[in-house]
């Protein structure tokens, strides 16, 4: 029996040593083999890393008016690793701040490609009473919490929407590029206008705080903070109550107008219509909204300035005159007869006075916009020589403007159309080109570069936006000055005589811009009207109220002022608008009005020519 007993004690003693040398050696692992494992999670789980988002770098115009500045913004923040049961938490969201669970999960897979440690944003922008109601209850919502993040603010709403462009969250696949290295998902980057061309200087440099939280994830203190670098300063050329002028006078119609001036090339004012609101992007804008704005008929996200592409019209009659004048073919006394049309081989081509203008010199070519007279002299001079000076004056290129995605237009050659159609150049097609119709496409700005170039005698200027950027402190990094693109060197004579009938047009009785005349300062422009469809012959004598407002011609009008010793330039279309004379000009005799103080005189009714 004691033997047994003793055996009994042993065994027990053994075990309860065994045990206790179980235990030795788990806490000789966890404090000295491990430790160094064990303290990294245990300060993971207590030290919280924060990205402060640096405040972009605000827009100002040319007389240091703030056109984009910023705000303060709550987004909800989630830490992926903090985060056990999303589906519990994104439930939680909704009937506490009514999120939309599908939303917070979509935000939430955006994210899942980045370390788990870094947080991603769960909703922006969300609100004061959220963001309270957020807080009040973060004990139950474990790996959530708001960030103050500064988000675009537009003092003058939509103005100047298109220049100075959108913001939007970088994509998933943009994350992956070198090129967006320091980014991360819900980060805003701009995706068009100034925005886009002038990220890396209006981006800024994000900072960072170093948090102490509890197990709850509440913060305790702040152990560092790295603070954030704000965005470059930029300084434009555009005047703010120069372009609030021409929206205004823009009303509701769609299409694009430019005010240049003519001595340097800076862009004064340039508006695309229908507009869009950036502040919805800054905010985050919904699918709902973005799929509006894409599928509207009238495509308000695109700039028309830049992006629209449209035909001329009689606004070319200027490149056509130039260069037929240059040629030495033809002299301002040159007179054609104009019965309303030509006949060019089996073809007929109409002027769009019906009866036509008689007999026809220059300066009455350019005042009436007669059609005929340009017909005859484009045929003679040829397209070779029309197409070298539209060229020349910086039509059918892109003119290097500093906003993205410009379009070239299109100048017809030759050899263009060998390329494109494998055909031959023909008579006819140079007949088209004459007044701007046929292939030839230009976008405003090109027409408002090539109408400076008259104006100043020749010197084509690259169009600029930017005047300069600045650092915080003031330090200038980038300075924008005139660049010229190229000169056309025409003699006096050739020159007057242009100008004189640019006068005419709108200072002269018949002149088609008659009633676009201002009392106080002398405009020199032109009028055109350029064909959208061609119109069966049965339709042709259609009332323009009739006729569905998709298949309405375009209105066009260039200008500059004052005519004697010019300042700015113009160029303006109105898609749709039927007629230069009536929807274009007294766009561009309002925005001149109010640009020179000068003063509209009543409207002339029985002044007799307004067709073009």
Not at 12 to 38: A, E, K, M, P
Request: aromatic content about 8%.
């Amino acid at each position: 029996m004691m033997i047994a007993g003793k055996n009994r004690f042993f065994i027990l003693t053994g075990g309860v040593v065994g045990i206790f040398l179980v235990l030795l050696l788990r806490l000789w692992n966890l404090q000295v083999i491990d430790s160094h494992r064990y303290r990294v999670q245990a300060e993971d789980n207590r030290i919280r890393y924060v990205p402060i988002h640096p405040p972009r770098g605000p827009v100002f115009d040319r007389n240091g008016e703030l056109l984009v500045g910023n705000r303060p913004a709550f987004n909800l923040m989630a830490l992926p690793r903090e985060v056990e049961d999303r589906e519990l938490l994104f439930s939680r969201l909704a009937a506490l701040a009514g999120l939309d669970p599908a939303t917070l999960e979509k935000n939430w897979q955006k994210g899942r490609r980045q370390p788990r440690y870094l947080p991603l944003m769960l909703a922006n922008d969300v609100g004061w009473d959220r963001m309270e109601l957020i807080e009040e209850n973060a004990v139950d919502l474990t790996g959530v919490f708001i960030e103050v993040q500064p988000v675009r603010f537009y003092p003058h709403g939509d103005l100047a929407a298109h220049a100075l462009g959108y913001l939007g969250q970088v994509a998933e696949e943009e994350l992956q590029k070198s090129d967006f290295e320091g980014y991360r998902a819900g980060d805003f980057i701009g995706k068009s206008g100034l925005e886009r061309g002038l990220e890396g200087y209006l981006r800024g440099e994000p900072g960072d705080h170093l948090i102490e939280v509890d197990v709850k994830g509440k913060k305790l203190r702040i152990l560092r903070t790295r603070e954030p670098k704000p965005g470059r300063q930029v300084h434009l050329t555009l005047d703010w109550q120069l372009q609030q002028a021409v929206e205004n006078a823009f009303g509701n119609e769609a299409g694009g107008a430019v005010v240049v001036d003519v001595r340097n090339g800076e862009i004064l004012a340039m508006v695309s219509r229908p507009g869009f609101n950036p502040a919805h992007f800054a905010q985050g804008i919904s699918e709902t909204e973005w799929l509006q704005l894409l599928r509207d008929p009238r495509f308000p996200l695109s700039n028309k300035v830049v992006h629209g592409q449209y035909p001329p019209g009689s606004t070319f009659k200027i490149v056509t005159a130039l260069a037929a004048l240059k040629s030495g073919l033809i002299q301002p006394d040159r007179q054609v007869f104009c019965p309303g049309e030509i006949t060019l081989g089996n073809r007929r081509f109409r002027c769009w006075k019906q009866g036509g203008h008689g007999w026809t010199d220059f300066r009455k070519a350019i005042k009436e916009s007669c059609d005929t007279w340009f017909y005859q002299i484009g045929f003679e001079v040829g397209i070779d020589r029309i197409s070298a000076m539209a060229f020349a004056l910086g039509l059918g290129q892109p003119t290097g403007v500093d906003l993205g995605g410009e379009k070239g237009g299109l100048i017809p050659t030759r050899e263009w159309k060998r390329k494109a159609f494998r055909e031959e150049w023909v008579d006819g097609e140079t007949v088209n080109a004459s007044i701007g119709q046929g292939f030839v496409l230009t976008t405003p700005l090109q027409l408002a570069v090539m109408t400076a170039a008259v104006a100043n005698g020749g010197t084509v200027y690259r169009p600029h936006l930017v005047a300069r950027v600045e650092d915080p402190s003031g330090e200038i990094l980038f300075q924008e000055t005139p660049t010229v693109r190229s000169r056309v060197e025409f003699n006096d004579r050739q020159l007057r005589a242009v100008r004189e009938a640019l006068v005419a047009v709108v200072n002269e009785r018949r002149g088609t811009a008659w009633n676009s005349r201002l009392v106080g300062v002398q405009v020199a422009g032109k009028t055109g009207t350029a064909q959208v469809v061609k119109l069966k012959e049965k339709n042709l004598q259609t009332p323009n109220q009739e006729i569905p407002y998709r298949f309405r011609d375009h209105a066009l009008f260039v200008a500059y002022a004052p005519a004697e010793k010019p300042e700015i330039a113009m160029a303006v279309v109105v898609e749709h608008g039927m007629h230069g004379s009536r929807a274009a000009a007294p766009l561009c005799q309002a925005v001149f009005a109010r640009y020179f103080g000068a003063t509209i005189p009543p409207r002339d009714e029985q002044s007799g020519l307004e067709g073009d």
